[in-house]
């Protein structure tokens, strides 16, 4: 399950170069690159020293805080890219200690003084950075595209994602108290107490035409469950419950957003 914490690099001792690691999920060559979020060729007085190979990239800023080993070895800030599919707060199965707006719309879960994840459109923007820091990172991040950083848009979540917001919101219509409604759709009341934050700080119409969830907290879970022992390796987990693969991707697209993991959305399209 999808956790949030700071993700030590492997960077080389010549810290002054750019490493590219090969690897299957580096995008092919000649395709355009996807426009990322970064914090610039220098942030805080230092370069820009490592930027992962995957479509999905990392920027990683400053020289190792001790010597690497086999474990790689800490920067002072990283920037992390993901889709809010693949990221949200929703689908980490750990509470922020609290979320905000962040330059308009962007909305961010803290899960540390020193990380936190900002949702905005399509993108989630992971920050890691020394607490001192952190405010300069969230007001400095922006797309390579842009020349300086722009006002940010709300995050967009796919339906499964929005429809447990939902879940949330009418209950409190009809049971009021985080308690009362904590009982009544089975979910722990610090997840149900953050998802009605997260509900009241996303557009005021975000979830009006989306239908409360038809399936219980528990088959939600479930089917997560169902996704992360099979995502990987759909034919095998078709095999193994005698279904076909159609049909295992069809409960697994049922909490698409809610697992870490984002198989394509109706269309063949990804979110």
Known sequence: MPRPGRIALVVPLCAGLLVVLG????????????????????????????????????????????????????VPAQVQNSSSCERNPVAIDRLPYRVFLVRGGGLAAEYERTGIDVGTGGHTVTLYTEFELMGAALRDFKLQSDPAPQPLAPPVYPMPVLRELKRVTVAKERFGGIGAIARAIDLPPGEVQVRLEIAELLPPDTLAKVPPPTMSTATVERLRQLAFRTQFNLAKGARKRGISEAALRKKINRVRGLTGYCPPAAGGQPA
């Open 23 to 74: 690897g299957g999920q580096a995008a092919a060559a000649g395709e355009a690159e996807m426009d990322q979020y970064w914090l610039g060729p220098y942030f805080a007085g230092m370069r820009l020293t490592y930027t992962s190979p995957f479509e999905d990239k990392t920027f990683a800023y400053g020289d190792c805080e001790f010597p690497p080993g086999e474990g790689g070895c800490s």
